[in-house]
């Protein structure tokens, strides 16, 4: 971009765009969107510049850094002579000229109040400074009419100045839904499971403001082998505090296997993956409903802006009470829910549905004044599948109920991470879970990667986490671990072939093989224990294994010749 940066470069461009990078949050979505837009055409060189003036510019520079790109100071700008400025975020300082300043939306429309950083009032969130709007050179990109018009009531000045071409995120998180098994499977989340996924915006009114023990209530009251938790937490909470503070606040439902998603990027195929989304007023919430996804509505804030689709969200969205039964809500509105529940609120949010890329590209070569390249419009591409977002549970507290005798047993097992065991209602879900039987137990499992000592020399059962490759390992690990840890009951290994070894203390091995796919071997030591703690037979005994409200599995217990002691 210097005055003589044609000696050094490779590629002669014949239009400069530079994408003015000033949050995460904006600097996300030109990323996003840029590379559909200029796709294998060497006319248009883009060079990013970073405005440092936000208070959530923590992040901005590792992330373009991260994706390679060139970064000029923002004091340059004023320098060099652009031919558009694209930017996602309206706050910024645009230095004098006479080059179009593109604004895209970084949210859905103009649906929240922020805080002005130029005075002590608050401002509508993506609308620029009416200073700008005076020179003629900027534009808005708006997703729907209603945006306009909300626009021009507010700041008449933006006459003439809107661009409607849709939304290629929405665009985006709706073609993707076929792909949703994908996104599922490389989070960790099994078939059988229920994802649900839970958003925040930032600020005071947000849900996390508003209930931040709500992630480790959940995982307290929704049995791991039955459901998976996840949170989409904005990326101006993760610039503001930091990921050190957040994964400290949130550390007992990390440990609980919460699935955090990364601030860039994979927060959409997270929201795709969800059964149920509970929410509050940010753009993910609207997102994830208009595409059809469940919505339960934790918090709404008062900065949300009346009129919005968001308001008219809310007005039909069921709420989340956060002191009542978390599990039987979740349950409620996934049974209740249709899929065009909230289609109305998708149309006042959402035109030229699936058009938005095409749109945008036009719009961005008129601004450049550039024919569009020959290749065919650029159409929404499905959203890449994210890296697993979670770290496996190590412990559970583990509730079983058994009910029949002889040939028709049958052993409930219904399992919650240790780690948010504290947190209220746990004990009341475990008992919700199992079937009225006076014959019931519980007790602590962790595996042998279990980092906290205190809970691996308490539990009752400690499992292996990787299986062996033979019996005879298997059997080693079992008996060095009893050895080791001589408070506990029993301890489990799987043993590739869908078996798991079982050995107690005094010196017995139960070989339990399961006639369905492959399970955790915590899951048959569970019912080892009931078994053993009921008094009943270990030898020969088929069990039917009910895995809570999911499914049942057939099980059959054989005792294997004692091991050889001293």
Not at 42 to 69: E, H
Not at 188 to 217: D, Y
Not at 269 to 294: E, K
Not at 460 to 481: C, K, M, N, Q, Y
Request: with cysteine; proline share 8%; net charge neutral.
């Amino acid at each position: 971009m210097g005055h003589d940066a044609h000696r050094w470069s490779t590629f002669r461009g014949q239009r400069t765009l530079v994408v003015a990078a000033r949050t995460v949050t904006s600097t996300v979505r030109a990323l996003e969107t840029l590379p559909s837009l200029l796709r294998d055409d060497s006319r248009v060189t883009v060079v990013f510049a970073y405005d440092p003036t936000s208070a959530f510019n923590a992040g901005v520079l590792d992330l373009l850094r991260d994706t390679g790109c060139r970064v000029m100071p923002w004091e340059q700008l004023g320098h060099t002579a652009p031919d558009l400025i694209l930017s996602a975020s309206e706050n910024i300082d645009v230095p004098e000229g006479d080059c179009p300043v593109l604004v895209l939306p970084h949210g859905v429309g103009f649906q929240k109040l922020v805080p002005d950083s130029r005075s002590p009032h608050d401002r509508l969130s993506g609308v620029v400074k009416d200073s700008l709007l005076d020179t003629g050179r900027a534009w808005l990109a708006v997703s729907h009419p209603a945006q306009e018009e909300q626009l021009l009531a507010a700041h008449p000045k933006a006459a003439g100045r809107t661009l409607l071409v849709g939304d290629p995120c929405f665009d985006e998180l709706v073609g993707s839904r076929p792909h949703r098994e994908t996104y599922r499977e490389a989070m960790g989340v099994a078939e059988h499971q229920r994802l649900v996924m839970v958003s925040s915006t930032w600020g005071p009114t947000s849900l996390l403001a508003s209930h931040p023990e709500l992630l480790p209530r959940l995982l307290a009251q929704l049995p791991c082998d039955e459901y998976r938790v996840g949170a989409i937490v904005h990326p101006n909470v993760w610039s503001a505090h930091g990921a050190w503070q957040i994964r400290t606040l949130q550390a007992a439902a990390l440990d609980a296997g919460l699935l955090l998603m990364p601030t860039v990027h994979a927060w959409r195929p997270g929201l795709v993956a969800a059964d149920v989304l509970i929410g509050d007023h940010g753009s993910v919430t609207l997102y994830g409903a208009s595409a059809g996804t469940p919505l339960l509505l934790a918090a709404f804030g008062r900065d949300a802006v009346p009129g919005t689709a968001v308001h008219h969200l809310a007005a039909v969205a069921p709420r989340l009470n956060a002191h009542k039964d978390l599990r039987r809500q979740v349950e409620d509105v996934a049974r209740e829910h249709t899929p065009q529940r909230y289609a109305a609120v998708a149309e006042h949010a959402f035109a030229e549905s699936g058009h938005a890329l095409a749109r945008l590209r036009t719009a961005v070569y008129r601004l450049l004044k550039l024919s569009e390249p020959p290749s065919p419009p650029p159409s929404p591409l499905a959203l890449p599948v994210p890296d697993p977002p979670a770290s496996p549970v190590t412990s559970w507290q583990v509730s079983t109920g058994v009910t029949g005798d002889g040939e028709e047993l049958t052993v409930t097992v219904c399992r919650f991470p240790s780690a948010v065991s504290a947190h209220d209602a746990a004990v009341s879900a475990h008992d919700a879970a199992l079937p009225r039987s006076p014959v019931s137990f519980t007790h602590l499992a962790c595996t042998d990667d279990e980092r906290d000592h205190r809970l691996a020399e308490s539990a009752s059962v400690l499992i292996r986490r990787r299986p062996a490759s033979t019996a005879i390992g298997a059997l080693r690990w079992i008996e060095d671990t009893l050895t080791r840890l001589p408070g506990s009951l029993l301890a489990a290994s799987g043993v590739r072939g869908n078996r798991c070894l079982v050995g107690l203390r005094d010196g017995r091995t139960v070989e339990v093989t399961a006639t369905g796919p492959a399970l955790d071997p915590g899951l048959p030591a569970a019912v080892v224990y009931a078994c053993l703690r009921a008094g009943l037979r270990l030898n020969g005994a088929l069990v039917t294994l009910r895995i809570g409200d999911l499914r049942d599995e057939d099980v059959i217990l054989r005792l294997r010749p004692a091991r050889p002691t001293g």
